[in-house]
């Protein structure tokens, strides 16, 4: 029987254990002392307690094996744990150990937890051990252990940010707007199992991202932060300079929000990485503002990398024609974004606000949809254009012929997959966030939707026409489909991270567009493109692709 007494968190809570006897006489045994199943073994005339159950899948260690030195193993997965400290010497997890007494005979065990502030401090430890291991079932436990110790598993974010910034030779990487898109899921859940599911799927994505990366340092000196020449050194990929000046704006405070459409003009700056750099920039500021400034500094420096290191898409010859269409722009660009005067004035009123048929934009070659997009312009305002470019891209993406992403004997440089068609519908998310506060960003912002509609006509199924295609997919129950959506994303059983965050950063960016407001036929498309991707099979593996494209390209070598 357990002899207990109370004791406040962080002061010693001795509790009675089997006596000394009964160890001599059975050899280790199990007790349940306080709300605990502690193992207590006797070793070379010494007692030593640990949590009975293993900490990985719960074996009783009791019925493990002690050696001389006091490895203890258990038999299970043969996982070793120093039996003084814990340590895990084979496996992963730590074992909770616990001091003991013996008086005349009388064992007594102190059950009490640390501080909260200390457990927090292991807990985040051991947490950033199992991500640089990639153990995803690891990072699962210790940020299930995270929360039981009272920490909010935001900090375990940021923590990630902050450790793994450093390893990301080509800056940011989908597993940082996976943080903030999995942790929006997170917010609408109510199921403490799906809300942990969660916050593992964003963490283990860094983890998986930045698996055995050596570091990649950032420039740490300082130069006088002026806009323009932070643009300059984005242009001509100088990364060091550019960095020194972020450096110099973050070391003087200066706010996300007034650095802000700076980093927007550089993002649109090109058609570039395929829209990745205005995609990731909406998720920094999304997580600046949850985890507060200090996520700046990781975020800003990893997304500065790649966007220096962006391919530039709009020198490739397919997409030359961005470069003339932008400057026949009806309203003359002003890619100029001043902090101090960050709004144009309103376009003039005798442009329409209806939108322009989405068909306009459908099926076409990238010069005839930059050129309807030119005609649009002078027609319709913005925003009335974005919708239909919206509605064409879902369009597209409902009619994209899924043959082409399984084939296997497509030319190296020429494989396309369900991403191609997401993106056009997160980039113009993206688009429609940034431009609506900074309208000199519309010519660029909508000419690029355009790109992003029109490299995806070759891949279109022969034969099906956008209505059909969408009365396929339609979703007639919004609420309904919202619930569906959620499950399958929180169990999608997909192995590569990239993929399923895809499915996620797509269906929010439509959720957030509908949110916003959008005319009847492009909610309707939206969602039901949203429906196709969700029922996607994706090959995450080009096995028999990769190798020959591999002997064709070597052959001409
Ligand atoms: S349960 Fe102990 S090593 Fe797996």
Redesign the pocket.
């Known amino acids: 029987m357990a002899i207990q007494s109370d004791a406040p968190a962080g002061q010693a809570h001795w509790v009675e254990a089997p006596p000394l006897a009964q160890l001599h006489e059975r050899g280790p045994t199990a007790a349940k002392l306080g709300a605990r199943q502690v193992a207590l073994f006797l070793h070379e005339g010494e007692v030593l307690a640990c949590n009975n159950r293993?900490p990985?899948?719960?074996?009783p260690l009791c019925e493990g094996a002690l050696d001389r030195s006091g490895v203890l193993t258990?038999h299970?997965?043969?996982?070793k744990f120093d039996l003084r400290s814990g340590t895990n010497l084979y496996?992963g997890d730590a074992l909770r150990v616990y001091p003991v007494r013996v008086e005349a005979g009388r064992v007594w065990v102190d059950v009490s937890d640390p501080p909260p502030a200390q457990r927090v401090a292991e807990v985040l430890g051991r947490l950033a051990e199992a991500m640089a291991e990639d153990d995803y079932p690891r990072v699962a436990r210790e940020l299930a252990r995270l929360e039981q110790a009272g920490a909010p598993l935001d900090a375990a974010a940021l923590q990630a940010l902050e450790h793994s910034h450093t390893r990301l030779r080509n800056g940011m990487t989908h597993a940082y707007p996976a943080i903030d898109a999995w942790l929006r899921l997170r917010d609408q859940l109510a199921d403490s199992d799906e809300r942990l599911a969660c916050v593992t799927e964003a963490l283990a994505h860094v983890g998986f991202d930045t698996l055995r990366e050596a570091p990649y340092p950032y420039a740490t000196a300082h130069r006088n932060w002026q806009a323009e020449e932070f643009l300059t050194a984005v242009e001509t990929q100088d990364e060091a300079g550019a960095t020194e000046r972020l450096n110099d704006a973050l070391a003087q405070g200066i706010a996300f929000d007034t650095l802000e459409p700076v980093f927007a003009q550089a993002a649109l700056a090109h058609y570039n990485a395929f829209g990745h750099s205005l995609i990731y920039l909406t998720h920094v500021r999304s997580l600046i503002q949850r985890l507060g400034p200090a996520a700046a500094a990781p975020l800003l420096r990893a997304w500065t990398r790649s966007l220096v290191l962006a391919t530039r898409e709009d020198l490739l010859p397919d997409f030359k024609a961005y470069a003339g269409a932008l400057e026949k722009w009806p309203r003359p660009p002003d890619s100029h974004v001043s902090p101090s005067r960050p709004h144009l004035p309103s376009p003039s009123s005798t442009l329409s606000t209806s939108a322009p048929p989405a068909a306009r934009f459908e099926a076409l070659k990238i010069r005839e949809t930059l050129a309807a997009t030119l005609e649009a312009a002078a027609q319709h305002t913005p925003l009335a254009l974005w919708h239909a470019l919206m509605q064409a891209a879902a369009h597209h993406l409902l009619r994209f012929d899924e043959r082409f992403a399984q084939r296997t004997d497509s030319p190296a440089g020429d494989d396309v997959n369900w991403l191609d068609f997401s993106h056009a519908l997160t980039f113009g998310h993206a688009v429609r966030q940034t431009c609506t506060r900074w309208p000199q960003l519309w010519p660029q912002g909508l000419l690029q939707m355009a790109l992003f509609v029109a490299r995806n006509t070759p891949y279109l199924a022969p034969g099906l026409d956008s209505a059909a295609a969408q009365a396929a997919w339609a979703v007639d129950d919004a609420e309904g489909f919202d619930t569906f959506a959620r499950t399958r994303l929180i169990d999608h059983g997909i192995g590569l991270p990239i993929y399923p965050v895809h499915w996620l950063k797509t269906w929010l960016a439509v959720r957030d567009s509908i949110a916003l407001g959008l005319p009847q036929p492009c909610v309707n498309a939206l969602r039901a493109a949203v429906r196709r991707l969700l029922s996607a099979q994706f090959k995450q593996r080009h096995a028999l692709r990769s190798a020959r494209q591999a002997q064709r390209f070597v052959e001409r070598e």
């Open positions: 293993c990985h899948e719960g074996y258990c299970w997965h043969n996982w496996g």
